[in-house]
């Protein structure tokens, strides 16, 4: 389990990080979401204990960051957004250099290297020095060194940047799998729609303050509904019995009622008389639409 707790951290005179609290418990996925510069990346370098906060602390399984690091950091895996490696090493050599710090003999490294390469789509490339290897290849080797020790806590800060889809696949799968085993996973990612389908909650951080904190459910109830319609005709008419039910949007023989809060049977039985209606179905606002409407931006003038 991963405790944030009361973290505020300054560099020089700008606060980066206040008051910071929130966790992340064993076997859940939790997502970290907030605007650029808005605090992720120094939130996930003071967890895993590559600097120290001004005030707070983070515990990891009970074992404070700031007074009990070796402990703290025994237990945890960090994957940052930019890996750096020493590049001018081939990657199972590498791999097998840093398994040696945890315990195991260089027959058992490298067969482990062999077969963790290979899970995470780099057979073929355990000889290829690691200046060689794209972006996309650097993130996905660190991945895989990542699951060396076997931890119960993951930091997972960009990962899916510069990852194909074959890459994105496996780190989906391997979230799941390390959910299942029980592990706490904390991940960050500008690409909202795998956030929405792999988190369990999301931690919603503005100008280094968190400003939610929900669960998936709790965001879909969160989350404007509309009622889509595809019909025959569109008319004044039709459109006249739409905004009973909230605001019309056409698009060709399409229509969006936005802020829909009734049942759609109601709106089949006042239509189907009048109007074919060749699809009716319900949409929600994505994730990326709710964190804007949470903090209060408009999402035309700033990215994630």
């Not at 669960?215 to 008419?237: C, G, H, M, Y």
């Not at 009973?244 to 039985?269: A, C, H, I, T, Y």
């Amino acid at each position: 389990m991963l405790e944030i707790q009361h973290v505020t951290k300054t560099f020089g005179r700008f606060k980066v990080l206040e008051d910071e609290t929130f966790s992340v418990p064993d076997g859940e996925i939790t997502g970290f979401v907030g605007l650029n510069g808005a605090g992720k990346t120094t939130t996930m370098r003071i967890a895993s204990g590559v600097i120290f906060p001004n005030s707070g602390d983070v515990l990891v399984d009970g074992y404070s960051i700031v007074k009990d690091k070796k402990k703290a950091s025994e237990r945890l895996a960090w994957v940052p957004e930019l890996p750096i490696f020493e590049l001018d090493v081939k990657a199972i050599d590498y791999f097998v250099y840093i398994a040696g710090y945890y315990g195991y003999s260089t027959s058992e490294a490298r067969k482990m290297g062999m077969e963790m390469l290979e899970k995470v789509g780099l057979k073929g490339f355990e000889k290829r020095k690691l200046e060689n290897y794209s972006q996309g290849m650097k993130r996905r080797f660190a991945l895989a060194v990542c699951l060396i020790s076997n931890p119960k806590n993951y930091l997972f800060d960009e990962v899916l940047n510069g990852l194909d889809a074959q890459g994105i696949m496996y780190f989906r799968n391997l979230a799941a799998s390390l959910k299942k085993e029980g592990k706490a996973i904390l991940f960050s990612s500008h690409i909202l729609s795998e956030v929405e389908s792999l988190a369990d909650r999301v931690v919603f951080i503005h100008k280094g303050k968190i400003v939610k904190i929900m669960t998936i459910d709790e965001i879909r109830k969160f989350a404007t509904p509309s009622l889509v319609l595809r019909v025959d005709k569109v008319d004044n008419k039709l459109l006249d019995k739409l905004s009973k039910f909230g605001e019309p949007l056409v698009n060709g023989n399409q229509v969006m009622v936005r802020d829909f809060k009734d049942d759609p049977s109601k709106v089949n039985s006042i239509l189907s008389s009048e109007y074919k209606i060749y699809e009716m179905k319900m949409e929600y606002s994505s994730l990326e639409e709710v964190f804007f409407k949470i903090i209060g931006v408009n999402n035309e003038t700033v990215h994630i």
